[in-house]
């Protein structure tokens, strides 16, 4: 008896799950440097650790929360998005508490299409985009971000009967950024041909020079988009599990109906953290911006020296690497950075099979493996 639905006959392996299986074997033999996963190693600021270790002595905090986050981090988050973006949002209507962002870019599609309905989304891409179209009964639709355009988004590629468009930007894996201009063509698009965007701006945060912009700052985007917010990479709390989604006020509500039927708010403690976060963000989010920007750059250096093409666009803790010509796929160069360095990288096809003739670098283990990774691939 097959005891699976015919769904899952679509997935593969879980990318970041073959990345797992392939580093234990590695490490069996020599030393492993993980560049694969985008999984913070600093710690979160002691602030917000601290928040989080007061709240737990509240006899109410281990209670259940409520389903669209608690009020109190609600509004810490509008008041941080008002004096970073000026942008005003309802913390009423406005946005819904998340156990992490994921779940709620994986819920989105169920909430908003039916059976059949275009989810376009780009791609090389997070693997939930696609996932959650699937999950509804959509028909995922991917638009390639190519390099000639910078891995941006072109308008023209977005078909016209499309429901919900899916973007990331700042982008995963690539690190392309987008500018005001065309963050106003894919809002009168969506206007023109009556879709959804859902921007997924988990490095919104994680810039090095000029800040990004939400799409939320663009006149008219209130009417057709939500905005996906993530508490795991600006402040390095992957594991805690807190995010928000911000904007349209339909587009929230349903949203929130779906999760009242699934799962709760997020842990109040963590909120009590969050908050702390969001209320102090101008002072504890530069330090860790730093760090990363700091690594992105010796990487960069280091890879251009020895002749590999990288791309950073400024932002992320990602460097998007082309694979040497020597190499006819992405997964045989990782396979090979393996086997001779111990570096392991995520091909860029594990994305999207735009992603193919690419790996993706992370930026997130210590500096010594960092410069330890470095000797490495400079004996290749």
């Not at 608690?70 to 998340?98: C, H, I, Q, S, W």
């Amino acid at each position: 008896m097959n005891f699976s639905a015919n769904r899952l006959s679509e997935f593969g392996s879980y990318a970041f799950a073959e990345l797992s299986a392939l580093k234990r074997e590695v490490a069996l033999k020599r030393r492993v440097i993980d560049m694969g996963v985008g999984d913070p190693d600093i710690p979160p600021p002691k602030e917000i650790q601290g928040a989080l270790v007061t709240a737990l002595g509240d006899i109410d905090t281990h209670r259940y929360a409520d389903y669209q986050g608690d009020f109190f981090v609600r509004k810490a988050m509008a008041k941080f998005f008002l004096n970073r973006y000026k942008k005003k949002l309802d913390p009423e209507t406005n946005m819904l508490g998340l156990i992490g962002s994921k779940e709620g870019i994986c819920h989105l599609p169920l909430a908003v299409l039916n059976p059949g309905d275009i989810g376009a989304y780009t791609e090389p891409g997070y693997p939930v985009y696609h996932a959650g179209i699937v999950f509804a009964g959509g028909t995922p639709v991917p638009i390639p971000l190519r390099e000639d355009n910078n891995f941006v988004i072109n308008p023209d590629d977005i078909p016209d009967n499309t429901k919900l468009l899916w973007v990331n930007y700042p982008n995963n894996p690539t690190s392309a950024c987008i500018d005001v201009d065309l963050w106003k063509r894919l809002v009168d698009k969506a206007h023109e041909c009556d879709f959804i965007i859902a921007n997924d701006a988990a490095y919104i945060e994680t810039y090095f020079e000029k800040p990004p912009h939400s799409i939320l700052e663009i006149p008219g985007a209130m009417d057709v988009a939500v905005e996906f917010h993530s508490l795991s990479k600006t402040f390095c709390m992957t594991g805690w599990r807190i995010g928000f989604v911000i904007g349209n006020e339909r587009i929230i509500s349903a949203l929130a109906c779906l999760k009242r039927y699934i799962d709760s708010g997020p842990f109040r403690a963590v909120q009590y953290a969050a908050k702390n976060a969001l209320d102090n963000y101008f002072q504890l989010a530069e330090p860790i911006r730093s760090i990363f920007a700091r690594r992105v750059k010796f990487w960069l250096d280091t890879l251009r020296k020895l002749g590999i093409e990288s791309f950073n666009f400024g932002a992320t803790f990602y460097v998007w690497s082309k694979v040497p010509q020597e190499f006819d796929t992405a997964s045989n160069f990782a396979k090979h950075l393996l086997e001779t360095t111990g570096i392991v990288t995520m091909p860029g096809s594990a994305m999207g099979t735009t992603g193919e003739g690419f790996v993706r670098f992370s930026l997130t283990l210590p500096d010594e493996d960092i410069k330890f990774a470095a000797e490495q691939i400079s004996r290749l």
